[in-house]
């Protein structure tokens, strides 16, 4: 642990306490990236909202134009024709009563759970094993859905799940430190702007107050919110 303290400390040594615009924040963070393998890079963004309203508390998905790099599982809860085309569209587990009891008996091989609308009422009695995993299906995120087939295409292409914390802050991962800068460039300007647009019309004041990129293991690095929406470098 010791060794890889030395390696974090020396990342951070590397980055100022500025905003860095978007283009140089992502060049700084692919230059200090330290971990031994092929991390993934974190956006996190720190919006002027109160959860506690419900017409603030953000959650969604949106389809990253690069995907994170990572190929998510699949498992959809479908029968008849949905089920035929849930496996179609490239899911990895499709059933409806036999995946029940699997997670039931504590399996929990995958990473994304879609269902059709009739079958909630089957994975409603799972809430206490997916929902604390956020794998539980909902409308919201498009993972409750007659369209089985799109959304097990978006989520294989790339979909990722947004959620506001308590204090105001959505994490999202935007890619892999060995993707192309300005493949990760165009991730963060989608969720970025997809987030901006959401902005409650209630919310007084700032509503972006702080962005910042990292690696998994790696330090914080901020960025100027303006130089996202525009092509500077």
């Known amino acids: 642990m010791a060794k890889k303290g030395k390696k974090l400390l020396a990342a951070a040594a590397k980055v100022e306490n500025v905003k860095y615009p ?8 692919k230059e200090i990236s330290f971990e031994g393998f092929d991390a993934s890079v974190e956006f996190a963004i720190r ?5 506690r309203k419900a017409e603030q508390n953000l959650r969604g998905a949106v389809v990253l134009p690069h995907g994170t790099g990572k190929t998510k599982t699949v498992l959809v809860f479908a029968q ?3 089920a035929k085309e849930a496996e179609a569209a490239g899911a990895d587990y499709v059933g409806d009563d036999e995946y029940v009891q699997k997670i039931q008996e504590g399996w929990l091989e995958f990473d994304t759970v879609v269902a059709t609308p009739d079958m909630m009422s089957k994975i409603g009695r799972l809430g206490r094993v997916l929902g604390p995993r956020g794998l539980m299906p909902n409308p919201k995120t498009g993972t409750v859905t007659m369209d089985v087939e799109k ?5 294989k292409a790339g979909k990722v799940n947004y959620r506001v914390d308590k204090v105001g802050n959505i994490h999202v991962p ?18 970025y702007d997809t987030l901006v647009k959401l902005r409650p019309a209630t919310v007084k004041g700032v509503f ?7 690696s998994t293991m790696g330090p914080g690095i901020k960025v100027d919110k303006d130089s996202i929406i525009k092509d500077e470098e």
């Open 80 to 82: 008849g024709e949905k």
């Open 151 to 155: 959304a097990v295409g978006e989520i």
């Open 174 to 191: 935007v890619g892999k430190v060995s993707f192309d800068k300005q493949k990760l460039v165009e991730n963060i300007r989608v969720i």
């Open 22 to 29: 978007l283009g140089k924040a992502v060049d700084l963070l």
């Open 208 to 214: 972006v107050q702080n962005v910042t990129i990292s």
């Open 47 to 51: 919006l002027n909202l109160d959860p």
